[in-house]
């Protein structure tokens, strides 16, 4: 004789597959969490970065604003007294107040309007500042004539494609237009 034998249910089973579900739903919800915490921390960390970003730009530009103002206040003032020796003699040699050549003239101009010291000869002169094209010349800007290892003319650009220089014994001090015919070849931005 047989005995019948009765199949169980296989509760454990369920119960093993609903716990495996539930670890699954659990390290899914950890994954989540991570991922989230991840995401929260770069963008606190870009934050950051763009929060010292803006404080540095703003810091440069701030520093920017003010040597400009200095500058433009300085070249504006560099303007104005080169304007003012319009008419005034040239003498070879001659540092103002009442003559010039060309470069005490400049000396001159940015010593009392900048309070720049500049060499006394265009061949120094023309060592001192920062090189800018031509075609980028702001007032207050030296221009020059000849090589930068030889220049032999130098003149103060105020702007409006104008310059005022010590030209010669028999023009004194002149305020001039650019022309092709008479170009510099050479330009400085001291301020």
């Known amino acids: ?13 369920k119960t093993s597959l609903t716990a495996a ?6 390290a899914q919800a950890a994954e989540k969490k991570a991922k989230e ?9 870009k934050a950051k970065k763009v929060k010292k970003a803006k ?17 433009s206040s300085k070249a504006a003032s560099v303007v104005a007294l080169a304007k003012e020796q319009v008419g005034k003699p040239y003498v070879w040699g001659a540092e103002g107040p009442d ?22 000869t265009t061949y120094d002169q023309v060592k001192v500042g920062q090189t ?3 075609d980028q010349l702001q ?3 030296l221009v020059f004539w000849g090589s930068e290892t030889a220049p032999y003319h130098v003149a ?8 005022v220089n010590a030209a010669t014994p028999e023009q004194g001090t002149i305020l001039q237009t650019m022309s092709s015919y008479y170009k510099p070849t050479i330009a400085k931005r001291v301020l």
Request: charged share 25%; aromatic share 6%; proline share 4%.
């Open 55 to 71: 404080q540095i730009v703003n810091t440069a530009v701030k520093k920017t604003k003010t040597k400009s103002v200095q500058a």
């Open 21 to 26: 579900q539930q670890a699954l739903k659990n």
């Open 1 to 13: 004789m047989k005995k019948a034998t009765k199949k169980k249910a296989k509760k454990p089973q």
């Open 156 to 163: 103060i650009y105020i702007g409006n494609n104008q310059y």
């Open 139 to 141: 007032a207050g800007d």
């Open 37 to 45: 915490d991840i995401a929260k921390a770069k963008a606190e960390a």
């Open 132 to 134: 800018v094209p031509l």
């Open 99 to 120: 003559t010039f050549d060309c470069s005490g003239l400049v000396q001159y101009i940015y010593q009392h309007a900048a309070g720049v010291s500049m060499p006394r």
